[in-house]
């Protein structure tokens, strides 16, 4: 069975500063993954997404990610954190050939901005 | 604007008491979900649907039942409440094969 962890339950940014959220999975065969952002009484939308090919995948909002496979991580990026970013992350697998498959997230990091 | 619709947004209820979250979307597509999320715990999939007349047991699905009889509406059913099931429940749906979801508001649901 496929899993995802997020190490970090808690990451404080300065604003302007850069940002890379972990993210780590396990999983046998070639997954999809996926990061989502939930921002506080929302629901959760999608920032990225990598299926195959380029391992740099670029989202939504100046999001990046980038798949390691040697490492099993998929970790989230951003080069400049705005206030309006601050918001609980999810990192989600998902798993090849499985028709309509579910996702397995991970427990999410919550992401405070200072000024 | 397309997307799922969840009823209620937040709800109080008595334990024992029956209550049914609904979920309806209006995008077409085939696989449906159910997951509560829990401080410290994240999403945990509840039941999944991927077709109408079609049902599955997630992580988590003692205490809870679904029906899919048409495409755009998956309801919820809690049949005896208990107050471990106070909860923000989220509907999903998916229309393609590599699971890519669209997620709905959120019930807030708590259970005296």
């Known amino acids: 069975a496929q899993s995802v962890t997020q190490p970090d339950i808690h990451i404080t940014v300065s604003e302007g500063a850069s940002l890379e959220l972990r993210c780590n999975y396990s999983?046998?065969?070639?997954?999809?993954l996926f990061w989502y952002v939930q921002s506080p009484g929302q629901g959760l939308q999608l920032l990225l997404k990598y299926f195959s090919g380029d391992t740099l995948v670029q989202g939504i909002k100046g999001f990046e990610a980038e798949f390691k496979r040697s490492q099993s991580s998929f970790n989230l990026r951003k080069p400049s954190v705005h206030w309006s970013d601050a918001a609980e992350y999810f990192c989600?697998?998902?798993?090849?050939?499985?028709?309509?498959?579910?996702?397995?997230f991970g427990k999410g990091t919550m992401l405070l901005v200072s000024p | 604007i397309a997307g799922i619709t969840q009823a209620p947004t937040s709800q109080i209820l008595a334990a024992g008491r029956r209550m049914t979250l609904r979920c309806t979307q209006d995008m077409r597509h085939n696989a449906m979900y159910w997951y509560r999320q829990d401080l410290g715990l994240g999403l945990r999939l509840i039941h999944y649907?991927?077709?109408?007349?079609?049902?599955g047991k997630g992580e988590v699905p003692d205490g809870y039942s679904v029906s899919r009889a048409n495409t755009d509406d998956f309801p919820l059913t809690l049949a005896s409440a208990v107050p471990s099931q106070t909860s923000v429940y989220f509907c999903?749906?998916?229309?393609?094969?590599?699971?890519?979801?669209?997620f709905g508001e959120g019930s807030r649901l708590t259970v005296l």
């Open positions: 999983y046998g065969a070639t997954p999809y």
């Open positions: 989600a697998v998902g798993a090849e050939g499985s028709g309509y498959s579910t996702l397995t």
């Open positions: 649907s991927n077709t109408a007349g079609t049902t």
């Open positions: 999903a749906s998916s229309g393609t094969l590599t699971g890519e979801l669209f």
